[in-house]
C-alpha cells in the first residue's frame, strides 16, 4: 500500500491535499513538489532529519521521504540544539532537510553515507528516555502499512471519504502520522494548525476549512471547548473526533456531547512502538453511563495482538517496531518469530474490550507527550552543586497530568537548573515549578517519599 503512495497524485489529482495557514496545495501539486526533493534523496540508505515547523515544506519532505525510500526524522525547530545534536548521532541521519522557508536547504551531516541498497523503516520518532538520552523509535514499512490498513478501515473513520481532517500535532509527535496517512489514504484534505499558540488560528482554520473529522488529545478539545461558540450550532460540520496520546476522561466526553449532540467519538490506544495507535472503540452515551472507566479498544478490530500479562499490556504482530535505535531492550522481546512489546501500561481485558489504568512506572503523558521524569532527574542531578532530586507529576482529580514539579537539595540556584534544561531538553519537559529543599524525605526503605512530594 505505501508503495503505490505516488498512486494518489493521480487518483485524487484536484483535489487539496494539505493546507496550513495561507499554504495549500492539491495532491498533483504536492506529488510534483515531493518527486523534485525525492530526486535529490536516491541512492543513499541513512535517514533524513526535516526540520522545521508544520508548514507544506516539511508535510512534502515527508512525502518526498516516502517516496525515496529513505526515514524521515522530524524534528521540531524549537527543540534544543543539543538535544537535535543527539537526534542527528543515534539516528545516524546523514541529511538535514531545513524546511524552515518554503525553499528547502539541504545540509549535509558528518554520519557517514551508505548506499541504498534496502531500507525498511518508514520514519523514527524519537521519545523521552528513562536514561537521559532520547530513544528512537524505528517504525517500519510493515509496520505503517498495517497501521493505514487498520485506520482506515476504523469504524466509524471508515466513513468519511474525502474529507477535512484537522490536527493540531507536531510531525515529531506520532499523533500526526494518524492525520497525515488517515488523510491521505481516503483522499481528504489535511488541516494543519501551525503550532503558533494562537488561540484564534484554530477556529479561524476550522471556519475557513469546515473539517469533519478532529485527529486530537484530549487536553486540545478541552482547550477548543473554552471558545463557548464552539459548538454543532456555529460549527455544524464537525462530525467526529478522533483521540489518541492522553487518557480520555469521562467528563470530556460529556461536555463534548453536550456540545455537539450527534459527535461520533472514537478513543484510541497505542504507543509510539506499534505505530500510533492499535485499537480504538467508539465511546457512546451508552457506554459512557455503563462503564465506570472508558475502553481504549475492542479486541476483535486491533491492529495487533494484545494481551494483558500480570496486568500489564501487551502487544505482538505487525504493528510492533523491532526495537529502539540504541539496541536497549526496553520492553521489546520476540516470540514465535513476532515482535513484542511490553508496554509497561497497566490494563485488563474484559468482554472483549481493553481497558488502561496507567503506568507501571514514572512515565507520564503530558499534553500528549510521553515523558520519562527519570530522563529530567537525570538531567539536574547530573549539575553540579546538586545533591538530591526527584521529579513529581501533579495530577487533578481525574488523573490528568497538570503540573510537572521538581524538587531539589543542593546549592545551585535555580536559574542556573532551568538554563541547563533549556538547552537539554523540550520545552514541554521543563518542570513549571522547582522547589528547594534540605533534603528529601526518605520512606522506611530509604527511598525518596514521592507520596509525601505530592503533597508539597
Known amino acids: 500500500m505505501i508503495f503505490e503512495i505516488e498512486k494518489l497524485a493521480e487518483k485524487f489529482a484536484g483535489r487539496t491535499a494539505f493546507s496550513c495557514g495561507n499554504e495549500k496545495i492539491t495532491y498533483s501539486g504536492l506529488f510534483e513538489k515531493a518527486e523534485k526533493i525525492a530526486k535529490k534523496l536516491s541512492g543513499e540508505k541513512n535517514p533524513v532529519i526535516v526540520f522545521g515547523g508544520r508548514n507544506l515544506s516539511s508535510f512534502a519532505a515527508i512525502i518526498a521521504c516516502i517516496i525515496s525510500k529513505r526515514a524521515y526524522v522530524p524534528v521540531e525547530q524549537n527543540l534544543p540544539e543539543e538535544r537535535r545534536k543527539k537526534i542527528i548521532s ?10 524552515g522557508e518554503p525553499e528547502i536547504k539541504f545540509i549535509k551531516t558528518e554520519n557517514k553515507c551508505e548506499p541504498l541498497f534496502e531500507n525498511e523503516t518508514a520514519y523514527i520518532i524519537f521519545t523521552s528516555g528513562s536514561t537521559g538520552n532520547p530513544k528512537g523509535v524505528p517504525v517500519s514499512y510493515e509496520n505503517l502499512e498495517n497501521f493505514i490498513g487498520w485506520i482506515t478501515s476504523l469504524e466509524p473513520l471508515s466513513d468519511f471519504e474525502k474529507t477535512g481532517v484537522l490536527s493540531h500535532a507536531s510531525f515529531s509527535f506520532d499523533l500526526s502520522t494518524a492525520a497525515i496517512f488517515y488523510s491521505l489514504f481516503k483522499g481528504g484534505k489535511l488541516v494543519q494548525l501551525s503550532g503558533s499558540g494562537d488561540f484564534d488560528e484554530i477556529f479561524s482554520a476550522a471556519e475557513k476549512e469546515k473539517p469533519e473529522v478532529f485527529v486530537a488529545t484530549p487536553t486540545f478539545f478541552r482547550l477548543c471547548l ?11 460540520f464537525v462530525k467526529c473526533v478522533y483521540f489518541c496520546g492522553e487518557t480520555l476522561q469521562k467528563s470530556l466526553v460529556k461536555a463534548i456531547f453536550e456540545r455537539f449532540p450527534d459527535i461520533r467519538i472514537i478513543n484510541a490506544y497505542g504507543p509510539t512502538e506499534a505505530a500510533s495507535a492499535v485499537c480504538a472503540i467508539e465511546i457512546t452515551r451508552e457506554i459512557l453511563e455503563k462503564e465506570e472507566l472508558l475502553p481504549v479498544g475492542i479486541l476483535s478490530s486491533a491492529a495487533a495482538e494484545i494481551t494483558a500479562e500480570n496486568g500489564e ?7 510492533v517496531s523491532k526495537g529502539y535505535l540504541s539496541g536497549e531492550a526496553g520492553g521489546f522481546y520476540k516470540e514465535n518469530g513476532k515482535n513484542c512489546f511490553r508496554t509497561g501500561d497497566m490494563g485488563f481485558i474484559e468482554n472483549g474490550k481493553i481497558y488502561c489504568k496507567g503506568r507501571l512506572d514514572s512515565q507520564i503523558k503530558y499534553k500528549g507527550y510521553r515523558i520519562e ?3 529530567i532527574e537525570a538531567v539536574i542531578s547530573a549539575l553540579p552543586g546538586t545533591e538530591n532530586c526527584a521529579v513529581i507529576a501533579k495530577r487533578n482529580p481525574e ?11 543542593g546549592n545551585i540556584p535555580e536559574e542556573k537548573i532551568r538554563e541547563e534544561l533549556s538547552k537539554k531538553l523540550p520545552e514541554y519537559m521543563i518542570p513549571k515549578s522547582i522547589k528547594f529543599l534540605d533534603s528529601l524525605p526518605l520512606n522506611k526503605n530509604g527511598k525518596i517519599d514521592r507520596k509525601e512530594l505530592l503533597e508539597l
Open 90 to 99: 543515534i539516528s545516524k541521519a546523514s541529511l538535514i532537510l531545513d524546511c
Open 226 to 236: 473554552l471558545n463557548r461558540d464552539f459548538s454543532a450550532e456555529k460549527f455544524p
Open 313 to 319: 499490556i501487551v502487544l505482538k504482530g505487525k504493528s
Open 373 to 375: 521524569l527519570s530522563e
Open 399 to 409: 488523573g490528568e497530568v497538570r503540573l510537572i514539579k521538581a524538587f531539589v537539595s
